[in-house]
């Protein structure tokens, strides 16, 4: 990253902190950053889409991190979320994105919090607030910030080279699930897999997701469906960057489910499904997780992402779960108790329909049938 439009407000122990201007010109170092951590909403071309739905001209406050030779080694990507009657930060991304927080290569994150929190003693910041932190970076400690909430973070990390040695190494009535559903719908109905390859069939295929989507939740008005324009600007980038993933699954040619993720740095990462719910009885969302469980696998992709949520299914296949924390950090004598009213309200006021959920063990592959 260039000097060009940043700021150089401080420096210490190897690592110099500077403020972005904007996040409309992220560079080849950002995305190799993003990258390198492994995570697709950490990409400038997420976070720049986010910014420009939802940023809503607030002060932006995102700092990159460069080591003493100059080169980018962390990405503090926040802004100012409220002023009065504290001064907040917030990442950017909240709502829209799985995994948030600080991009910081591992040797480094020591480093950069305390500058951090240097910068922000200085910067006269009462609190931050920091939502779906990776729990094994550890950023609550680091920051001195006090944990929240945990969710789960299921993560599968296939041991086998092919889908049949997968399938056989799963339960018994796992593996049964995964043959039957799938085989029966083929018996009784011509069943067909798509995935759009043009950005018109992408744009098709976002129709009939939305579609099944609202279909799927009786038309009540959910976060997915709220950020529809956002989600369609950022799924176009990310098939031009060769990261969006879309599967249909039709029977007798009409569509019944729609599952929607992200191929990024090795990794497949499931973030939204819509079904018909006159097709729930033939479990077409199962067979449709399955079919891209199985593709990822075909492509070589070692690791699939259920990203946050804890619910029961995705235990079924997940091997391990990392976790992610949500904590708020403040400063001063008061902090202790400023902390504890606004962990509360803080919590009310995220997006709607996220909830805590403790980080639950990673299973065994055959435990949660």
């Not at 804890?310 to 391990?320: H, I, L, N, P, V």
């Not at 962990?343 to 990673?362: D, E, F, K, Q, V």
Request: glycine share 12%; charged share 25%.
């Amino acid at each position: 990253m260039t000097a060009r439009g940043l700021l150089a407000i401080g420096a210490g122990a190897g690592v110099e902190l500077r403020l972005l201007e904007s996040l409309e010109h992220g560079t080849a170092e950002w995305s190799a950053l993003a990258e390198r951590c492994g995570n697709v909403f950490g990409t400038p071309e997420f976070l720049a889409c986010w910014w420009r739905s939802f940023g809503d001209g607030r002060p932006l406050r995102t700092y990159a991190a460069h080591d003493g030779d100059g080169r980018l080694v962390g990405l503090l990507p926040l802004y100012e979320w409220r002023r009065r009657p504290l001064r907040v930060l917030r990442f950017v991304g909240h709502g829209a994105g799985d995994q948030l927080g600080p991009l910081v290569e591992p040797a480094f994150r020591s480093t950069v919090a305390t500058e951090f929190l240097h910068l922000l003693e200085q910067a006269g910041v009462s609190m931050l607030l920091g939502e779906q932190l990776p729990a094994k970076e550890g950023w609550s400690a680091r920051l001195g910030g006090r944990r929240i909430a945990t969710e789960g973070n299921p993560v599968l990390r296939f041991g086998q080279d092919t889908w049949e040695e997968y399938v056989a190494a799963r339960s018994a009535n796992l593996r049964q699930q995964i043959r039957r559903l799938e085989r029966r719908l083929a018996q009784a109905h011509d069943l067909r897999y798509t995935s759009p390859r043009t950005q018109d069939e992408l744009e098709a295929g976002l129709d009939t997701l939305f579609a099944l989507h609202r279909a799927r939740w009786a038309d009540t008005a959910t976060n997915f469906g709220r950020r529809e324009g956002f989600h369609r600007r950022f799924a176009a980038i990310a098939h031009e960057r060769g990261w969006a993933r879309l599967w249909l699954l039709e029977l007798d040619g009409r569509p019944a489910a729609a599952w929607y993720g992200f191929r990024f740095a090795g990794s497949e990462s499931y973030y939204q499904m819509g079904r018909d719910p006159a097709w729930d009885h033939a479990s077409v969302g199962f067979v449709l997780l399955v079919h891209s469980l199985r593709e990822a696998l075909a492509d070589g992709v070692r690791e699939y992402r259920f990203l946050r949520g804890g619910e029961g299914y995705k235990y079924r296949f997940a091997t391990e779960d990392p976790g992610l924390e949500s904590m708020i950090a403040g400063r001063g004598g008061g902090a202790a108790v400023v902390t504890a009213v606004q962990s509360t309200l803080a919590l009310r006021r995220m997006a709607h329909g996220w909830r805590a959920r403790p980080i639950r063990p990673a299973p065994a592959t055959t435990a949660r049938d």
